[in-house]
DNA sequence: GTGAAAGCGCTAACAT
DNA sequence: ATGTTAGCGCTTTCAC
């Protein structure tokens, strides 16, 4: 590949000539400039970014560390994110902090840092891993003064700018969905208290009630975890006494969704025929169900937009920026099958 | 950020030395790796990638350029590819060559393949885009003398190495299913037969029917595009006359899939009461479909790491390599409810 | 086994 | 407006 100085051979000129007219930065006459385009059209020559970089200290490079980009909602963000980032002259790597089957997943997340720290990008956008501490994750970036901006998953007690859905709105939007589609009885399934973004559901879920003037069952909030196993096991317990049963359900995450419609299936229960159904959260595609399911669906495009856009804002010292940025978004409803009267359940298929 | 310097400084030795312990090129005394270790401890050090790149000319980067990464085939492409790159030390570069809406096409493709040439990634893995030129875009590349790998769609008549499923065998596949679930009166809808891949998956029907001894009828074959709306318009035209119908229908990718099922719906047809269905190709999460649909999927991780491999193969000049690779890999049959008897059509819900 | 030094391709400060 | 040059952080030859 040519370098610079060829191009600078070439058109006859000094490698500063060549440099001013890439960069632009220093004006160059009219007739040199078009000597130099012509040169390197002619060589075929891409300025070499690496070298630049190295003598810029800039890299115009973000990182992006995602779960698993294989679950819809990530490429979305990543979609998102690499979007912003192109409108301002960088580019986006992205990688999976999941475990491929090999190494630890606190092992994984260190390499991943230290790949992104090593390849000098200027930003991080980080989905915190649900793993025992992500505090330190991020305080070790933060330490390293490398700007991060956490996305769906915000940490509890950490300074950090964030970008994400508002759960406690996105979870009311669901409740009072299936409220005003006139169900009363409204069991909520969430996956663990102990995560900021279960709580905030949960919270979404009461407010949506008590505004409907519905009072709060403790009996129908029943704390699930993230595996759809655990989950079936548990509302097929709940479900058992036909008389105490909800008239509607609504599930504060993927797999807890996962594990409830599977519960439904057990107890022989047809959705929205016998009981009704919303989620938070887009199920997966390997799972196509029937009833379609009524969702509240995440902005993920948005989400990483928005974030890579406050990312760079950070990078490049924009003024006049608070300290510590809470973006958070509004949440859709889609409304499918799974929340419709049973009077309404179609009788056919597709 | 430390420099390779301040390491050698505080461990008390020179740059040759600290860089010969990291590299592990150059034997160290125990003593003296030791002293390294430790500074590079102290200080939080990690090398400078783009420094490393600029001295050897080499990124250990790859590029992967897919057309939109929301489409749930290709994250697992990435994934897959991603993996198999870490695995050998290298990291991948994921960017989408559809439009975001303001770009042209073209190009956008001339942008990226720029883009990637300024990062030097070392290697590309490309999905050429349905547009006019791909012979152009992959030329100009193999005329950089940077390795290309090709993967799902390969070009028509450029020698270049290529990884994808092996289209007539697994369209064989699922029409082959469907004759064993004693259809006869198969139909098959088609893509744009200007591309090799559907060509491919009209001549794996051709076979499989061949091969039960059934009849091929050319006016069952229904060549449409990658328009849903379209191939709906056309199916529907075809179901209308009901002596004519098929049992069954296959259709050869994703879009073409919707359309039919569209078709299907506005014709009043169920699936698989009246008609019975498969496809190549999983359809997307935001078709949640009921019956679910039997479908032919491609191994797509493993179309990514084959991919990854051999890419790295050709970068690393690994000895024993054939001209022009071709990988052809098998697909999968997933039987699902639309593709069964009639007779055993699901009578409830879920 | 260790260190000194050249140089990868570029930018930017400086000299002209 | 143009050219010259130092130096970004690293690897790697080559002395020692």
């Known amino acids: 590949m040519p370098s610079i100085k060829e191009v600078a051979e070439v058109a006859g000129v000094s490698v500063g000539t060549v440099s001013h007219v890439i960069t632009g930065s220093v004006p160059v006459s009219e ?31 973000l990182g992006i560390i995602v779960p698993d980009m294989t679950i819809s909602f990530f490429p979305q963000v990543i ?12 580019a986006l790597i992205a990688v999976n902090s999941d475990d491929d089957g090999e190494r630890q997943k606190e092992l994984l997340q260190k390499e991943l840092l230290s790949l992104l720290r090593s390849q000098r990008v200027q930003g991080i956008l980080l989905v915190i891993a649900a793993a025992p501490t992500p505090i330190g994750q991020i305080s070790r970036i933060l330490d390293a003064e490398i700007p991060v901006v956490c996305l769906d998953r915000i940490p509890d007690r950490v300074p950090v700018d964030s970008v994400s859905v508002d759960d406690s709105e996105a979870a009311a939007i669901g409740v009072e969905h299936l409220i005003s589609m006139g169900f009363r009885r409204i069991a909520l399934v969430t996956g663990p208290l102990a995560l900021k973004n279960e709580r905030g559901r949960l919270q979404g879920y009461r407010q949506a009630m008590q505004r409907a003037g519905i009072p709060v069952e403790q009996s129908l909030i029943w704390q699930g975890n993230l595996r759809a196993a655990d989950v079936a096991a548990l509302c097929r317990e709940k479900l058992a ?52 399911v009524t969702t509240v669906v995440q902005p993920a495009y948005d989400i990483g937009f928005r974030a890579a856009d406050l990312l760079l804002d950070r990078i490049e010292r924009v003024e006049g920026l608070a300290d510590t940025i809470t973006i958070r978004l509004t949440a859709t409803l889609k409304v499918r099958d799974s929340s419709q009267r049973p009077e309404r359940a179609l009788p056919n298929f597709l």
Do not use: M, W
Request: proline content about 5%; hydrophobic content about 35%.
């Open 31 to 61: 007739e040199l400039r078009l000597k130099v385009q012509t040169a390197i059209r002619g060589l075929n020559y891409h300025p070499n970014h690496v070298a630049r970089s190295l003598k810029t200290s800039k890299t115009r490079t």
């Open 79 to 90: 979609r998102g994110a690499e979007t912003a980032a192109r409108k301002r002259g960088y």
């Open 241 to 292: 006494v036909a008389s105490a049963r909800p008239e509607a359900v609504f599930s504060t995450n993927g797999p807890t969704a996962l594990g409830v419609l599977r519960a439904f299936r057990d107890c022989g229960l047809s959705t929205p025929r016998d009981i009704a159904f919303a989620t938070f959260d887009e199920l997966t595609v390997d799972d196509l169900f029937f009833p379609s």
